[in-house]
C-alpha cells in the first residue's frame, strides 16, 4: 500500500472556547516548534537552534526598520536607532532548545518595549519570527506556515487541476496538482474514451501534490517494477512498486515535462522514464525530489519538514537534479526536419525552462505517438 504523504501530528493543547483566554503561550509555541526540528527534520544538526533564533529575531527589522540583531561568536544583542537596548549570552549547550526560546522572548519583549510598530503587531510576531527562523535556514522546502495557510501550499494558484479530452485520435491528460480526486479523473477518462490510441500526459507547470495520488498514476501505466526509491534514516531505501496491470494497455504514451514539474510529478515522470515507458518531452524539471510532513503546532500553524529524499528507481538522486526528458525542447518552438529532431539523443544538459504554453512540445507528442500507431 502507498504511504500517506502528509502525517499530521497534533501536539498542541485543545483550544479554549472564545470567551476564555488562550491555552498556550508564545514561548510554549516556540519552544514546540524547535523541539520539532530537533526531532523530526531528516538534516538536523546542532548550529540549526542558533540559525532558526538568530534569523527568527532578524526578521524584527522588518516590522521597524529601526531594530537590528547582532551577532557574534557568543552574544546577541538588540539595537534600536543605532542603541543597545538588550545584549544577552548564547546558550551554552547551543542545542538547548528552552534556552533558545527564553533567549527569543526576552529579546521579542524588549524590542516590544522600545518599538510601537512590533508591540502593535503583537499578534504577528511569533508567525513573523518563526517563520523567517524555520525558512531562511533549513533546506528551503521545510517551511513554516502561519494558521490557515498550509492546505493552500500545494495548490496554489491551481484553477483546475485535472483536464482531459480527445484530440483526434491521442488522449490528452493535463495534471496541474495531484489530489484526492485525480485516480478517479484519470480512471474516467481512460474508460471514457476507449478508442484512442494513444496518451498525451501533460505534466508541465504541475505543482506536484499528494504522494500517494501521483504513484497511483503512474502505476496505471505501469505493469508491475520498482517506481521510485525514498531515502531511510538509516541510509536504507523504502521502494514503491507498481501493480501488475498496465490501465492503459500499453499503448503509445508521451509525457510533457518542463522547468516548472515539481515534487510528486517529477516522481510519476521519473517512475514511467526508469522503465522506458513513453517518451519525455520538454526539459529538465524542477528539482524537489524530497518529501515534506506536517506538524501542526499549538497555535494552528504548521511547519513542513523534511523526512526524506526520492531516487529513480536506478538509485539516482532527484533532489536538485531533476528529471531530464528524452527529448529536449529547450528554446525550440519549430524544427526542419521532425524525423530527425525525433531521434537525437538530447536527454543530457537539457536547461529548465517554462514551456506551458509552448505548442510545439504538443506536436512532437503528436508526431511519436504516430510514429508508433
Known sequence: MIKKYFEIIILGMMFAPIAQAQEYTDAEVYQTGLQLVQDKYLNYQAQDMEKIAINGLKSLHQMDKNLAIADDSKRITLYYRGRVVRSNLKPEDRQDVKAWSKLNETMVKAAQKVSKEVNKRDFEVLDTVLENGINQSLDGVSKYYPEGQSDAAVEKGVVKSFTSGIQGNILYIKIAAFNRYTVKNLEEALTENPDYKGIILDLRSSVGGELA????????????????????????????????????????????????TTSSAELVASALQSQSRGKLVGTTTFGKGSKQELYELPNGAVIGLTQGYFYTAGEEELNKKGVSPDICTYAKDEVADMEKFVNQNTREHCQRQGREKQGFDEEIAKYIIDSQL
Not at 222 to 227: D, E, K, Q, S, T
Open 213 to 260: 495520488a501521483a504513484l497511483k498514476v503512474a502505476d496505471m501505466f505501469l505493469a508491475g517494477g520498482i517506481m521510485i526509491l525514498e531515502s531511510k534514516p538509516d541510509g536504507g531505501f523504502s521502494y514503491y512498486h507498481a501493480d501488475e496491470e498496465d490501465k492503459s494497455e500499453d499503448k503509445p504514451l508521451v509525457v510533457l515535462i518542463d522547468g516548472k
